[in-house]
């Protein structure tokens, strides 16, 4: 947990399948953003805390993140509005649960919007409607070369790129501007 002072709003962030919470945008945007007065959790899934590498399926990592926005908003951020979010995997978890939890909006680190394509194999399936299905704004800031594609803007989604590529370690101030602006915008609507 990382508390603001005086709190209008609340983040919380999720990792990517392969990393954790230290992520270098995780920790951009949470210094960022606690000072314009939202409170940031940095939530570890439950797979990588019991000491698993490999992420569950996704009703089990839904399950999971419901259950831990249901507590934060009951508890430690209480009475804010909660913008869920992470990086790539934990996107798409807090799009794809955004409705569920009453979530005010959501924010995108590095979406996978399309899994490359590998050693003689097309690309995946593209997860734009995962985006689409968010219900609530939505802010994805995508590094510029990701391998995984860049989504369209469209309706109550923001795009911004920015120099790099899936990592967005290049230039973590720009990633951490781009979420503290549009937080900001978002609240004060």
Known sequence: MHPADEP???LVLGHGAGGGVTAPDLVAVTEAVVGEGFSVALVEQPY???GRKSSPPARQLDAAWRAVIEQLAAEELSGLPIVPGGRSAGARVACRT?????????LC????LQPPARAGKPPGE?????????????LVVQGERDRFGLPPAGGDRTVVQVAGDHSLRKDPAAVAGAARDWLSGLLSA
């Open 109 to 112: 680190l590095a979406f996978p």
């Open 48 to 50: 990588r805390v019991a």
């Open 8 to 10: 209008r709003g609340a």
């Open 126 to 138: 593209s997860r734009l409607r995962e985006l689409e299905g968010a219900g609530v704004p939505v």
């Open 98 to 106: 955004a409705a569920a939890t009453g979530s005010v909006g959501v």
